[in-house]
């Protein structure tokens, strides 16, 4: 992980991040400056994800919707940004804009910056700096209020995952979810991608992390209450990741392969390579969790990605097969993905499952399966 000091002393990376202009004031009232401004507030930014500046910070207060960052209305005047790691108002909003918007950095020269200072300034109210703080999840988690959670999640978590946790364009739903209680308390913590030069101990994934100063212990232990209401724990046999749907099952009487060794690489199955979709490409997109790859079909029956980049997190996720917006009726190639490490650049190989042939697939996804969630996925070509 890059430390921010090293980035800073280090000039040809700090241009990238760092490329600001020296904070010239611009006619601060200006309307036509402020209401393009607020347009590019309030809108995702093209090349970039879902979210907008207004997504994570309210102009000037929250009225009664509680965002993940402090309000900006007037931040223009702050003397220092994140937490005193960087001085100028552009550095600040272009780490946001790549880091949580996945959208390339603004030049010092661009256009955009006088109308989005000119909006930013004709707030006020969150004119002083700010301090905040990357918070460890207590270990006891438990011992919240579900109901108060459910009515603190609608007020802020509902920006992005919906009332009640149903999803919105910008976020999965995760309402109806047994999700495990520690699991939850990390992830609203210490989300946010791990290699950041400006935020120190996050974990991976998209969203934001909720700081301390954002969210308390107590309220944090609400929303775990809520979400995890249906979280049973594992009592049986908790470390199989068995999909109970695996088709190798050597008492299906419609299964002429070998049951001894299925995956065998030195026998691909003798399996032809016949069907005209072999040697097709599929580049995975990513949405979620930092998805990455080639996948390619080798034969008939199996596929290989290259370069397979995730980063491990969820509940459990699987590749699947299907066409593309449809993976809802598509079908699992592999066990759960989910680890502590991410994937970086590895290569995995499936096979399909019998009763599944090439035709049954248009490409794959990187299946969040008790979500039904596309992290990632691809489509052959
Ligand atoms: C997905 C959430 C997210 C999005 C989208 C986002 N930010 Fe941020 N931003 C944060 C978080 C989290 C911080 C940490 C400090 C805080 O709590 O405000 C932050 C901090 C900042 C700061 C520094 C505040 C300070 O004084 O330390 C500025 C300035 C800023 N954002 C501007 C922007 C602008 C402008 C946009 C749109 C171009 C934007 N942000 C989009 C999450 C986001
Ligand atoms: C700025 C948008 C945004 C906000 C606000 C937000 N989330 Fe998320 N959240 C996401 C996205 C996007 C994902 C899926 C990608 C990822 O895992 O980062 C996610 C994933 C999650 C997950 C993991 C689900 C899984 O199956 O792995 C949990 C739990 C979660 N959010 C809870 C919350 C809670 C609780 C809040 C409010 C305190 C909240 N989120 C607010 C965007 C958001």
Redesign the pocket.
């Known amino acids: 992980m890059l430390d921010w000091k090293t980035v800073k002393s280090c000039a040809p990376l700090a241009v990238v991040l760092l490329a600001g202009c020296d904070g010239e004031e611009s006619a601060p009232s200006d309307p036509v400056l402020v209401a393009e401004g607020q347009s590019l507030y309030e809108e995702p930014v093209p090349g970039g994800n879902t979210?907008s500046c207004n997504?994570?910070h309210a102009q000037d207060d929250d009225e009664g919707l509680r965002r993940?960052g402090h309000p900006l209305g007037g931040a223009t005047s702050r003397s220092t940004f994140k937490n005193g790691q960087l001085d100028a108002f552009e550095d600040a909003a272009n780490s946001c804009l790549v880091e949580w918007m996945k959208a390339d950095p603004w030049a010092p020269d661009d256009e955009r910056w006088n109308a989005l200072r000119a909006y930013v300034a004709s707030g006020s109210g969150a004119e002083d700096d700010i301090d905040f703080q990357i918070a460890q999840p207590p270990g006891d988690v438990s011992g919240g209020d579900a109901s108060a959670g459910r009515t603190l999640?609608n007020a802020?978590?509902a920006?992005?995952?919906g009332v009640d946790g149903l999803g919105t364009e910008?976020?999965?739903p995760?309402g109806a979810?047994d999700?495990e209680p520690s699991y939850?308390a990390r992830?609203?913590r210490t989300?946010g991608t791990p290699a950041s030069p400006i935020y120190d101990g996050l974990t991976g994934?998209?969203?934001?992390f909720?700081s301390a100063q954002r969210?308390s212990d107590p309220e944090l232990l609400d929303?775990v209450a809520y979400?995890s209401s249906n979280y049973v724990e594992p009592s049986d046999d908790p470390g199989d990741p068995q999909d109970p749907t695996d088709p190798q099952d050597p008492t299906d009487p419609e299964d002429p392969a070998d049951p001894t060794d299925p995956e065998d690489p030195t026998d691909p199955t003798g399996c032809a390579a016949t069907h005209p979709k072999v040697g097709q490409l599929a580049q995975l997109q990513n949405f979620?969790?930092d998805v990455g790859g080639t996948a390619e079909i080798i034969d008939d029956c199996t596929i290989e990605i290259t370069g397979f980049s995730f980063d491990g997190?969820?509940?459990d996720v699987q590749i699947y097969g299907g066409f593309e917006g449809m993976y809802e009726d598509g079908f699992s190639m592999s066990e759960n993905l989910v680890r502590d490490e991410p994937y970086l650049g590895e290569t995995l190989r499936f096979t399909l499952p019998q009763g599944r042939t090439l035709d049954d697939v248009g490409g794959v996804s990187v299946w969040?399966v008790p979500?039904g969630a596309d992290f990632g996925s691809g489509t052959f070509g």
């Not at 994934?205 to 934001?208: A, D, I, L, S």
């Open positions: 979210f997504t994570c993940v999640f802020s978590c920006q992005c995952h910008r976020a999965i995760v979810l999700l939850i992830r609203v989300s994934g998209v969203m934001p909720w969210l929303l979400l979620f969790h997190e969820g509940i969040c979500v």
